[in-house]
């Protein structure tokens, strides 16, 4: 039975804070993983980071470059179509994961097979990686930090690709009552707070749902 992970990973102009990201995707213990990456035509030096990454093998690591830039919701589904693994993943390029992360979800979903996906708690940390707070994905949701069951993510449509920001949101209101969504209590996504945070951007807090 195929239990791999694909993590995916979408990038735009995070350079700064993408190697930490793609080393936390690459360092999950205790299970088979593909990280894919999805730069969505960045203007820094994240093609440099990218290129350090280079020398890994395809199946472990996999990177693609859009001509433009499309937004997060496109290259997510781009992401999600080129991905081969049973269940998924997203890590934003400016955020980090904890190495068990991968493991506990995917476990949960084996065992609990109503489950649409998981989600897991995250700790809000500076641009120094310090602690800032603890946050319940059940109260407060996020986009990534959530493995879903792959099939059943592609049955739904995936994400909604003319969405630029809030796609997760919209995902949840199509999603209705069909599915379980499930919430396991341990923090193991790390939420990056800094000065260039998408969810600050005046786009996005006018993005309606």
């Given at each position: 039975?195929?239990?791999?992970?694909?993590?995916?990973?979408?990038?735009?102009?995070?350079?700064?804070?993408?190697?930490?990201?793609?080393?936390s995707c690459l360092s999950q213990e205790h299970l088979h993983f593909e990280v894919i990456?999805?730069?969505?035509?960045?203007?820094?030096?994240?093609?440099?980071?990218?290129?350090?990454?280079?020398?890994?093998?395809?199946?472990?690591?996999?990177?693609?470059?859009?001509?433009?830039?499309?937004?997060?919701?496109?290259?997510?589904?781009?992401?999600?179509?080129?991905?081969?693994?049973?269940?998924?993943?997203?890590?934003?390029?400016?955020?980090?994961?904890?190495?068990?992360?991968?493991?506990?979800?995917?476990?949960?979903?084996?065992?609990?097979?109503?489950?649409?996906?998981?989600?897991?708690?995250?700790?809000l940390v500076d641009e120094y990686e310090n602690k800032i707070k603890r946050e319940y994905a059940k109260e407060k949701n996020i986009s990534c930090g959530i493995m879903?069951?792959?099939?059943?993510?592609?049955?739904?449509?995936?994400?909604?690709?003319?969405?630029?920001?809030?796609?997760?949101?919209?995902?949840?209101?199509?999603?209705?009552?069909?599915?379980?969504?499930?919430?396991?209590?341990?923090?193991?996504?790390?939420?990056?707070?800094?000065?260039?945070?998408?969810?600050?951007?005046?786009?996005?807090?006018?993005?309606?749902?």
């Amino acid at each position: 039975m195929n239990d791999l992970v694909s993590i995916i990973i979408t990038n735009y102009n995070y350079g700064k804070f993408l190697s930490r990201a793609i080393r936390s995707c690459l360092s999950q213990e205790h299970l088979h993983f593909e990280v894919i990456i999805i730069d969505d035509n960045s203007e820094d030096e994240s093609h440099n980071i990218l290129e350090s990454f280079s020398f890994l093998p395809k199946e472990k690591i996999r990177v693609f470059k859009n001509k433009e830039n499309k937004g997060v919701a496109f290259s997510s589904n781009f992401g999600l179509h080129r991905s081969i693994g049973r269940f998924c993943i997203r890590v934003d390029a400016d955020d980090f994961i904890a190495p068990e992360t991968c493991y506990f979800l995917k476990t949960y979903l084996q065992k609990n097979r109503e489950a649409f996906c998981v989600s897991c708690d995250y700790w809000l940390v500076d641009e120094y990686e310090n602690k800032i707070k603890r946050e319940y994905a059940k109260e407060k949701n996020i986009s990534c930090g959530i493995m879903y069951r792959r099939d059943l993510l592609l049955e739904l449509g995936g994400y909604n690709g003319d969405m630029r920001h809030r796609e997760e949101e919209e995902l949840r209101k199509r999603l209705g009552n069909k599915y379980k969504i499930h919430h396991l209590e341990l923090p193991f996504y790390r939420y990056r707070m800094h000065s260039c945070n998408k969810t600050k951007s005046n786009e996005y807090l006018k993005t309606k749902i």
